[in-house]
């Protein structure tokens, strides 16, 4: 179990942890050693057994795990990307071994040694790409209900790694995050390198996000010369962009907010305008996930709470057909939900049509106990309720 309460000091009676997520170890064949993850599950996990999530991979977890899993946690609930499984990979065994591709053996630091002389154990990325798409990822999407959508962040020599994995094995994942990536590696390789390949990319619908600090010299001159040479190629099979902070930040705090900023790009327009919620326009919202699925190459379920405000909203204003439609749809798509059973009831109830009303909540009940739902008390007193005004009604 992994703990936001940090320190030695004993619970006090009455306290709990804030977790964010667990601890897990994997076996990996192919580095010969045992891995320690960092494991973080949307907030509704266990009480949606059919749902399946994205799963964003992020390096270095020792330092950004837990504030990656609370802004993925924040991003979902205000709607602005889908609730992702966030998987931590430290990277404290051998970061140099991991994280960096091959280099020339006649290759020099600033200082003018050689760099097999300052990192021995360097250049072995592929080595551990193969540790994520062989052992990791089978791994995490056996165990977790995944979408078959990766994302990748990585910074400084994690951001070195997602650059080489999109430009040498782009397949691996569908979304790149990197952040000031250190592509001065092996002489700036990556420039040489990088434009070429993306404009050959043959896996569709890659997505890259490239963030740096502007004061960082001379490596945002190497990323403006890169990003200036994609925009003249012009790949057809990737969707990037590159921005640069101004501001108080450093190298050591850019990931934070290039993170935000890298999941905002990758998931614009994953929000469903306010404007058109408010119409509750059921054929129009449909329209609206339909694209979003087109774009990421999967089935975007439309959210539960969304269509739930939908079908209230109608209700409120006593379109009772609208409603019903709109809950009704929502039953359809998340069939498992207490919630959206007990929320048709309402509906269904106010147009009189109690015995079906009671169904619904009878459902409810059932499925708030086998998931432990805290909102099983309500479920059970609106199924009491409705089982008294039926009993009231005169015989026929």
């Known amino acids: 179990m992994l703990s936001v309460l940090h320190g030695s000091a004993a619970l006090a009676a009455g306290e709990t942890p804030i977790v964010v997520g667990t601890r897990i170890t994997l076996t990996s064949k192919v580095l010969g050693e045992e891995r320690p993850l960092m494991i973080h599950l949307p907030g509704g996990y266990e009480a949606a057994p059919t749902e399946r999530y994205p799963v964003l991979y992020v390096l270095d977890a020792e330092t950004h795990f837990v504030h990656v899993a609370g802004m993925v946690e924040f991003l979902a609930r205000t709607r602005h990307l889908p609730e992702l499984i966030v998987v931590g990979v430290p990277n404290t065994t051998d970061r140099d071994r991991d994280l960096t591709p091959p280099f020339s053996k006649t290759e020099r630091v600033d200082d003018g040694r050689l760099l097999s002389e300052v990192?021995?154990?360097?250049?072995?990325?592929?080595?551990?790409?193969?540790?994520?798409?062989?052992?990791?990822?089978?791994?995490?999407?056996?165990?977790?209900?995944?979408?078959?959508?990766?994302?990748?962040?990585?910074?400084?020599?994690?951001?070195?790694?997602?650059?080489?994995?999109?430009?040498?094995?782009?397949?691996?994942?569908?979304?790149?995050?990197?952040?000031?990536?250190?592509?001065?590696?092996?002489?700036?390789?990556?420039?040489?390198?990088?434009?070429?390949?993306?404009?050959?990319?043959?896996?569709?619908?890659?997505?890259?996000?490239?963030?740096?600090?502007?004061?960082?010299?001379?490596?945002?001159?190497?990323?403006?010369?890169?990003t200036q040479e994609l925009r003249r190629r012009k790949?057809?099979?990737?969707?990037?962009?590159?921005?640069?902070?101004?501001?108080?930040?450093?190298?050591?705090?850019?990931?934070h907010i290039g993170t935000y900023e890298g999941l905002r790009f990758l998931f614009n327009g994953w929000k469903v305008p306010e404007k058109l919620?408010?119409?509750?326009?059921?054929?129009?919202?449909?329209?609206?996930?339909?694209?979003?699925?087109?774009?990421?190459?999967?089935?975007?379920?439309?959210?539960?709470?969304l269509f739930n405000q939908v079908g209230y909203h109608h209700l409120k204003g006593k379109r009772l057909p609208q409603a019903i439609a709109a809950f009704e749809r929502n039953v359809s798509l998340h069939p498992d939900s207490g919630n959206a059973h007990d929320s048709l009831a309402d509906a269904l109830e106010a147009a009189g049509r109690?015995?079906?009303?009671?169904?619904?909540?009878?459902?409810?009940?059932?499925?708030?106990?086998?998931?432990?739902?805290?909102?099983?008390?309500?479920?059970?007193?609106?199924?009491?309720?409705?089982?008294?005004?039926?009993?009231?009604?005169?015989?026929?």
């Open 277 to 305: 919620q408010l119409t509750g326009d059921l054929a129009r919202l449909e329209a609206h996930y339909a694209g979003l699925s087109k774009r990421v190459g999967y089935p975007v379920v439309p959210q539960e709470l």
């Open 119 to 226: 990192a021995p154990t360097a250049g072995h990325a592929d080595t551990f790409l193969r540790f994520f798409t062989e052992e990791l990822a089978p791994a995490v999407e056996a165990r977790y209900r995944t979408q078959p959508y990766r994302i990748l962040v990585g910074h400084s020599f994690g951001g070195l790694f997602a650059m080489h994995v999109l430009t040498h094995k782009p397949e691996s994942f569908n979304a790149y995050v990197a952040i000031s990536p250190s592509i001065q590696w092996n002489s700036s390789e990556l420039l040489r390198t990088a434009p070429e390949a993306f404009t050959r990319l043959a896996a569709p619908g890659r997505a890259l996000y490239l963030y740096e600090d502007a004061e960082e010299t001379p490596n945002v001159a190497r990323l403006r010369t890169l």
């Open 354 to 396: 109690l015995q079906e009303a009671l169904t619904h909540c009878e459902r409810a009940v059932s499925l708030a106990r086998e998931h432990r739902d805290p909102d099983l008390p309500h479920y059970q007193k609106h199924a009491d309720a409705l089982r008294a005004r039926l009993a009231a009604q005169p015989a026929p």
């Open 235 to 255: 790949s057809a099979n990737l969707t990037w962009r590159y921005d640069e902070l101004r501001g108080q930040d450093d190298h050591a705090s850019l990931p």
